[in-house]
């Protein structure tokens, strides 16, 4: 992984320097709450319903164990014992002090990390497919072009204040698990005919109350071209965004009113005038930031492991987790594997300082050290040798931390909500708790087969709820919680907004509408191997609504 | 802020040094963590009095932004009128292993 060098060091501990003396300053009555407000958010430190919320950056997802002992040790000394992962593949703290938060962020810089630009009008944290280094289907990591986004986004004072935030995705593979067409910019790494290496890329995706999937923006865009071109989509935005309206501030936007025609023509004149200049990227330049994300030196193996076949015929616990939670690796012997944050009637993506420390125990034995997070709100283990697999298993559902459901019916996403967050208007995660023990049974999740179900407690969708399989979106209907279902909504490369299918449902009768859906699709699939969503695209919303609002 | 309640009121507030949802008492406690030790204002002007008082605490830099908020008291126990109020004296409502209570501190 990246490793900071002088620079990085001084950049970050100048930066805690500077936020604990704009905190003193706060508590000493120098700055007022409206002017300390921005410098706050600038630090990723928000004011919620409880308490301060601490969000800290994990670059596209990407920690070392050592990262994750610091977290965890954070989380006890300062929090409450436990944190929440999320779906920026980085992690949020619920309840630290004000006072306390210089400390925390020097604790951070002490092994390369920070919260700077977790929040603000600014290019937020970089994601990248979770299996990234790692995946058999891989072209090439997409890490090395998230960092080398991420040194170049970082403080870049022409977009420090952009229209609204901006956050960009990549995926190194065909099979999207970045959710990129959701993003303001998504780039996948492709071949040409040439065999060269390059993105293509999709502009102006995003949730939120005006939800689309991206435009196409470019075929195929050369690898050294990779910073001129984004700083031209920037810079275009930065022009044309409205800044009238927060709410129609997003590049998405901007397409939808200005058309995709003339963005990219202004995009791909703003490129030509600058593709030759600094920001051409040399092969040099790639091949240092390679360097940083070379696979670890993975002993060789044979292809299969004998022992874990031994292991999935005597324990079924383990096959059944093998089957759902453990993905394949690009090195033959190897694979990598999900360590489930969605324990049946859990809360997701939450992990306690203990947990955490166990992952990263876990991660120095069998997994050199690395540790991923998902934009799933699970963390994972890149590089398993096979043969290690039943002892990663047994170690971790010790912890608590195997349930075999990635992928699953309970495997949700789901956003704060209600219950900590200063802008929902409804809770999620109780919502997430009921379904997830209505339907959490292994062999009623194996029946139901790969679902996604996606919550978010208000419009602003960082549950990705118009993405998900079923979506659910909590309102307030005149103080009461309703929760509207969305059907057929999908984050990868087919990715599409779900439907509203009807009329909401109260929080007593949501879970039983989502079971309904199941059902219905439990009926009219034409057999296992039809996913719930494939069957949707064939059935349509119509016998889904028919069961949930039928005699109506 | 929040539209003005009708029923009873009290005055809410976040605490400035860790952020806690605290609640305003004309006693030498002033702001509590337990919304039971809230003073309960039973029509909008003395509400309203409270809460220029409250705000004094603002530039004293003690609390963030006080508002009022409406209130049921039954058997004594106030109890905020929307969740959201209530969920932020009473606590998360999750359940299970990271479910820790608002203790009163």
Redesign the interface.
């Given at each position: 992984m990246y490793v900071y060098d002088d620079f990085d060091h001084a950049f970050v501990t100048a930066r805690v320097s500077q936020f604990r003396d704009q905190v003193e300053r706060?508590?000493?009555?120098d700055l007022t709450?409206e002017q300390f407000r921005p410098l706050r958010l600038m630090n990723g430190v928000y004011?919620?319903?409880?308490?301060?919320m601490l969000r800290i950056a994990i670059p596209y997802g990407t920690l070392n164990a050592t990262q994750m002992r610091k977290l965890a040790h954070i989380g006890r000394t300062y929090d409450?014992g436990?944190g929440h992962f999320t779906t920026r593949q980085n992690l949020q703290f619920n309840w630290p002090?004000?006072?306390d938060i210089p400390d925390i962020l020097a604790e951070l810089a002490e092994v390369e990390m920070h919260a700077i630009q977790t929040s603000g009008n600014c290019v937020r944290n970089v994601t990248a497919d979770h299996f990234a280094g790692a995946a058999a289907d891989e072209i090439a990591d997409p890490r090395v072009y998230a960092e080398i986004l991420r040194q170049w986004s970082s403080l870049h004072p022409e977009f420090s204040y952009l229209p609204r935030k901006f956050k960009i995705a990549i995926s190194g593979a065909a099979h999207d698990r970045a959710a990129i067409r959701l993003h303001d910019i998504g780039l996948k790494v492709v071949r040409n005919g040439a065999g060269e290496i390059g993105f293509e890329v999709f502009i102006g995706g995003g949730m939120g109350r005006t939800p689309f999937t991206a435009w196409h923006l470019r075929e195929f865009l050369a690898e050294g071209d990779l910073l001129a071109y984004v700083e031209a989509i920037l810079r275009v935005y930065n022009l044309y965004g409205r800044r009238d309206n927060k709410y129609k501030a997003r590049i998405k936007i901007l397409m939808h009113e200005a058309g995709l025609p003339t963005v990219k023509a202004q995009v791909e004149e703003e490129f030509e005038r600058i593709r030759d200049g600094d920001l051409k990227l040399s092969e040099a330049d790639i091949g240092r930031y390679k360097q940083f994300f070379a696979l670890p030196d993975l002993a060789t193996r044979p292809t299969g492991s004998a022992e874990q076949a031994q292991w999935e015929k005597a324990d079924p616990v383990f096959a059944a987790w093998v089957a759902t939670n453990v993905h394949p690796h690009k090195v033959p012997g190897y694979a990598s594997v999900t360590v489930s944050l969605k324990p049946i009637?859990?809360?997701a993506g939450?992990a306690?300082s203990e947990q955490m420390d166990r992952v990263a125990d876990i991660a120095d034995r069998f997994a050199s050290s690395e540790i991923r997070v998902s934009h799933q709100q699970n963390l994972i283990l890149p590089h398993v040798a096979r043969d290690d697999l039943k002892a990663v298993h047994d170690e971790l559902a010790a912890a608590?931390l195997a349930t075999a459901n990635a992928g699953l019916v309970t495997d949700m996403i789901v956003c704060p909500g209600?219950?900590?967050c200063a802008l929902a208007n409804a809770?999620s995660?109780?919502i997430a708790?009921r379904l997830s023990e209505r339907l959490g049974a292994p062999e009623r999740q194996a029946e139901i087969g790969p679902l996604q179900i996606k919550i978010s407690g208000c419009i602003n969708a960082c549950g990705h709820h118009h993405v998900g399989h079923i979506g659910i979106l909590g309102v307030d209907r005149k103080?009461e919680?309703f929760y509207q279902l969305t059907l057929g909504g999908a984050a990868d490369e087919h990715a599409a907004v779900g439907e509203i299918v009807g009329p909401g449902f109260s929080e007593g009768e949501i879970v039983g509408a989502v079971e309904t859906v199941i059902d219905v699709y439990l009926k009219r699939r034409h057999g296992p191997d039809e996913t719930f969503i494939a069957a949707y695209r064939r059935l349509g919303e119509a016998p889904f609504k028919e069961a949930l609002y039928g005699g109506e | 802020m929040a539209r003005i309640p009708k029923s009873s009121q009290i005055i809410t507030a976040n605490r400035l040094i860790d952020g806690r949802a605290v609640f305003f008492s004309a006693g030498t406690e002033r702001w509590a963590v337990d919304v039971q030790k809230a003073d309960v204002y039973a029509d909008p002007v003395s509400a309203e009095m409270a809460l220029k008082r409250a705000e004094l605490d603002v530039a004293a830099r003690v609390v963030i932004d006080p508002y009022r908020i409406g209130v049921t008291v039954e058997n004594g126990v106030i109890s905020p009128s929307l969740l959201r109020e209530r969920i932020r004296a009473e606590g998360p409502t999750v359940v299970g292993a990271n479910a820790i209570p608002i203790e009163a501190i």
């Open positions: 706060r508590l000493a009555g709450e004011l919620q319903l409880h308490a301060y409450r436990f002090a004000l006072k009637g859990g809360v939450d306690t608590g209600l219950d900590y809770r995660i109780p708790q103080g919680e | -």
